[in-house]
C-alpha cells in the first residue's frame, strides 16, 4: 500500500522540542484502507511529536464521530468517539514495529508516516457492540424493533408454569424464602 503524503512527517529538518499537527479524517481516509463499516466519519487528529536528541515521543489524540449502522436494527447513527495513544520512536540497525508501544527505524531514516497508527486508533475507538441510543432510551421505532418485541419470549408463560408444578414443592420453596 503506498502510503499518503500528508501523513508523512519529515523529522530532520526540525528543531528539538514539541511540534503540532493537525488532521481532519473524513470517509475518503478509510476508503483508501477499504473498510467499509463507516457510512461517514468526521474526526480531528492532534498530533504532538516531541523531537529529543536520540528518540521522538508522539502523541496521538482523537476526537469526533463516526456513523455506522446499529448492531439491532440497522439503522445509521453517529457515534461519538475518543481515544490517544502514545508512541516511541527510536533508531535502530533496521526496521521493527513487532512493540505496539515503540518503532524502531533505521538510522538513516528522516521521515515517519502515521497514517496506520491513526487508522487503528479510529476503528478501535468504536464500541464492539453498536447499539443505536434510541434503542437505550425507548425513542427509536423501526420495524426491526416491532419484530423483536413480537418474536421475544413472553413472561406469561413462565407463570403458566409455576401453575403447573406438583403442589408438594410449594412447601419446600418456604424453606428458601425462610432464610
Known amino acids: 500500500m503506498k502510503p499518503l503524503k ?35 466519519a468526521h474526526v480531528n487528529v492532534d498530533v504532538t511529536l516531541l523531537k529529543n536528541t536520540t528518540l521522538l515521543e508522539l502523541n496521538f489524540k482523537i476526537s469526533g464521530s463516526v456513523n455506522i449502522n446499529c448492531d439491532l436494527t440497522n439503522e445509521p447513527f453517529n457515534q461519538t468517539i475518543e481515544n490517544n495513544f502514545d508512541l516511541v520512536v527510536n533508531f535502530g540497525d533496521e526496521y521493527n514495529d513487532e512493540n505496539i508501544d515503540i518503532l524502531i527505524l533505521p538510522h ?35 420495524e426491526i424493533l416491532e419484530k423483536l418485541k413480537e418474536l421475544s419470549p413472553k413472561l406469561d408463560n413462565k407463570i403458566k408454569e409455576d401453575k403447573d408444578i406438583d403442589p408438594r414443592w410449594n412447601t419446600l420453596k418456604k424453606l428458601l424464602t425462610d432464610k
Open 6 to 40: 500528508e501523513f508523512t512527517i519529515p523529522f530532520i529538518g526540525l528543531k528539538l522540542g514539541a511540534h503540532h499537527y493537525n488532521y481532519i479524517i473524513e470517509k475518503a481516509f478509510f476508503e483508501f484502507f477499504e473498510y467499509e463499516d463507516f457510512n461517514d
Open 108 to 142: 538513516g531514516a528522516y521521515e515517519i508516516n502515521i497514517q496506520q497508527y491513526i487508522y487503528e486508533l479510529i476503528v478501535l475507538a468504536v464500541p464492539i457492540k453498536r447499539v443505536h441510543p434510541g434503542v437505550e432510551d425507548g425513542s427509536l421505532s423501526s
